[in-house]
């Protein structure tokens, strides 16, 4: 399996709805990412966990939340959402995160509307 | 902090040409390059990367990119454009001073015209 699996691929909320982003991998890789991305623009850098453990918060708004359950999960809870929240969000992985040597393997990603 | 540059927004090849987008470094020590290429509405798909060694990295999908230090380019090239190569190409690099992030360019459009 060489694949980061993102669920779902589409989501449409408001403004108060609770919702979760779910990432999956199953390559032993033990560094995963969120990104952000919009329309046209290069991603940009959310979070990274390293060993299941939070290293790098990239000063996110609270409204979004992010979980590593286990070596293989990576969830974003998402809350009280702007429309200027609309993205695709997209999930990475990589071997570890120390070495610069290895790429990221990224996901399709969650195309997020707010409305 | 290490970053890259892509200074073409958009690239127009017609099919069957050589394509060339471009991307330049600036980095302190050994740079890591990566190019990633992304379709509509789909995550970055890897094409290729530059550790050491060779200058000329051959990667997936025919591509293959020109590793230059003297004028700091990592440029993506391929022998002959397909439409199918119509996709938003990044050339990042892997930031030893920043936690090793993977930071990214801005993007070049690729439009390979029949």
């Known amino acids: 399996d060489t694949e980061v699996t993102q669920t779902p691929k589409h989501l449409v909320m408001g403004m108060t709805n609770k919702k979760s982003l779910k990432c999956e991998q199953h390559?032993?890789?033990?560094?995963m990412y969120w990104y952000k991305q919009k329309a046209k623009k290069p991603p940009e850098l959310m979070f990274v966990y390293s060993y299941e453990k939070l290293s790098i918060n990239e000063s996110v708004p609270s409204r979004f939340s992010p979980e590593c359950p286990n070596s293989s999960l990576l969830n974003l809870h998402l809350h009280a959402l702007q429309p200027e929240d609309s993205a695709l969000y997209l999930c990475?992985?990589?071997?570890?995160?120390?070495?610069?040597?290895?790429?990221?393997?990224f996901g399709s990603g969650t195309r997020l509307t707010v409305v | 902090a290490q970053s890259v540059a892509q200074p073409e927004d958009q690239v127009n090849v017609a099919e069957g040409n050589p394509l060339t987008v471009k991307c330049t470094y600036s980095?302190?020590?050994?740079?890591?390059l990566f190019w990633y290429v992304q379709y509509p509405n789909r995550g970055l798909q890897f094409l290729l990367k530059?550790?050491?060694?060779?200058?000329l990295v051959k990667g997936s999908y025919g591509f293959e990119a020109e590793f230059n230090k003297s004028q700091t380019s990592f440029h993506l090239k391929k022998p002959s454009a397909l439409v199918s190569d119509s996709a938003l190409y990044f050339c990042a690099v892997r930031d030893s001073n920043a936690g090793n992030m993977l930071t990214f360019g801005g993007g070049t459009r690729l439009m390979v015209k029949p």
């Open positions: 990475a992985s990589s071997q570890d995160h120390a070495s610069s040597y290895y790429g990221y393997t």
């Open positions: 530059y550790i050491t060694g060779d200058n």
């Open positions: 390559m032993g890789h033990r560094a």
């Open positions: 980095v302190s020590g050994n740079p890591y």
